[in-house]
């Protein structure tokens, strides 16, 4: 079942600029993951942020959690055209099991 | 040194045939899982061993059957392909605690045809 909503759909930027997506979720959460997916590859982990975490960095990436909104943000500063892919968030509720988003579909433009 | 890898890439297939897909994974992880993509990118997961043991067997016909011969090793086996089976399969693998980040493979792109 589909619990994390990402938004926007898609989005479509210029490089350099900042790309900002958004994730709500239904039910309370023990985590909530970030993961990319590159055209015709696998998924890879990002950020794992916990329910009792506001905001968590990794390099480029900003990851935020408002559990009061059940709602998180991914930003990815200075984008690069190899930051094109598809964004996914997945949400870790009382029974471990991920529910996933259905994704951002991000294009950076040269 | 791939760590979770799975064989076929790429399949295509007719109606009625019966195919398996076969992963491995050499990180150690205790826990595996099958996930289907569709062309709409949603992700599903269909099943989920821990230690060989199944633990997560989600609404999946009866025609997807899951085997772990070893804590290393889940392969999906698939009985009369549907048109509907086309999708994209993730394998993938976690370590302990439950809940955290997943290593997925590259997935096998099925097509019935």
């Known amino acids: 079942s589909q619990q994390g909503e990402e938004d926007p759909q898609a989005l479509s930027i210029q490089e350099g600029e900042n790309a900002t997506m958004n994730c709500s979720y239904k039910?309370?959460?023990?985590?909530l993951q970030w993961y990319r997916q590159n055209s015709g590859r696998g998924l890879v982990h990002l950020i794992l942020i916990r329910s009792n975490e506001r905001e968590k960095h990794s390099g480029r990436l900003r990851v935020t959690l408002d559990t009061s909104k059940k709602s998180s943000s991914l930003l990815i500063t200075a984008s690069r055209a190899a930051d094109t892919a598809s964004y996914f968030c997945?949400?870790?509720?009382?029974?471990?099991?991920?529910?996933w988003g259905a994704g951002t579909k991000l294009i950076i433009k040269p | 040194d791939t760590a979770v890898s799975q064989t076929p890439k790429y399949l295509v297939t007719q109606m009625g045939n019966d195919k398996s897909i076969k992963c491995e994974q050499n990180l150690g992880h205790d826990t595996m899982y099958w996930y289907k993509q569709d062309s709409k990118k949603f992700l599903k997961i269909m099943f989920s061993y821990n230690n060989k043991e199944l633990i997560i067997n989600e609404t999946v016909p009866n025609r997807f059957s899951p085997k772990s011969p070893d804590k290393a090793h889940l392969n999906l086996h698939i009985n009369s392909l549907e048109l509907g089976d086309s999708a994209v399969y993730f394998c993938a693998s976690s370590p302990p605690p439950r809940g955290d980040t997943i290593y997925f493979g590259e997935g096998s792109w099925l097509t019935v045809v």
């Open positions: 039910t309370s959460i023990n985590n």
């Open positions: 997945a949400t870790a509720g009382s029974n471990y099991q991920l529910i």
